[in-house]
Nanobody, 128 residues
Framework: QVQLVESGGGLVQAGGSLRLSCTAS????????MAWFHQAPGKEREFVAAISWSGDNTYYADSVKGRFTISRDNVKNSAYLQMNSLKPGDTAIYYC?????????????????????WGQGTLVTVSS
């Protein structure tokens, strides 16, 4: 299996930017699609963005299209989420996740139940 660790969260003003990182260890990182979810207090965990194992395919929630960019570096065993034009509504704990190897690459997976591996989360707070 793969272990995931997120970093890069913090406090930022509305309109600002943050870059989240997710570093993987364990099995071969390039075999896994990767995704980011977020969960605000009192709300369910929601899909944010995903990327295929090769990086050729990306998927985004409508709420973040044009503001967030997901990417990966298979040499560094890392995935990233560049978040621009942040809004107070983006405030949440952000989790990176991976499905089973080979899954969710040629097609998008948007449900948390489709993912088997999760990081511990990193908190993003956007002030108005």
């Amino acid at each position: 299996q793969v272990q995931l660790v997120e970093s890069g969260g913090g406090l930022v003003q509305a309109g600002g930017s943050l870059r989240l990182s997710c570093t993987a260890s364990g099995r071969t990182f390039s075999h896994y699609a990767m995704a980011w979810f977020h969960q605000a207090p009192g709300k369910e965990r929601e899909f944010v963005a995903a990327i295929s194992w090769s990086g050729d395919n990306t998927y985004y929630a409508d709420s973040v299209k044009g503001r967030f960019t997901i990417s990966r570096d298979n040499v560094k065993n890392s995935a990233y989420l560049q978040m621009n034009s942040l809004k107070p509504g983006d405030t949440a704990i952000y989790y990176c996740a991976a499905p089973r190897p080979g899954y969710c690459s040629s097609y998008g997976c948007y449900d948390p139940t489709e993912y088997d591996y999760w990081g511990q989360g990193t908190l993003v707070t956007v002030s108005s």
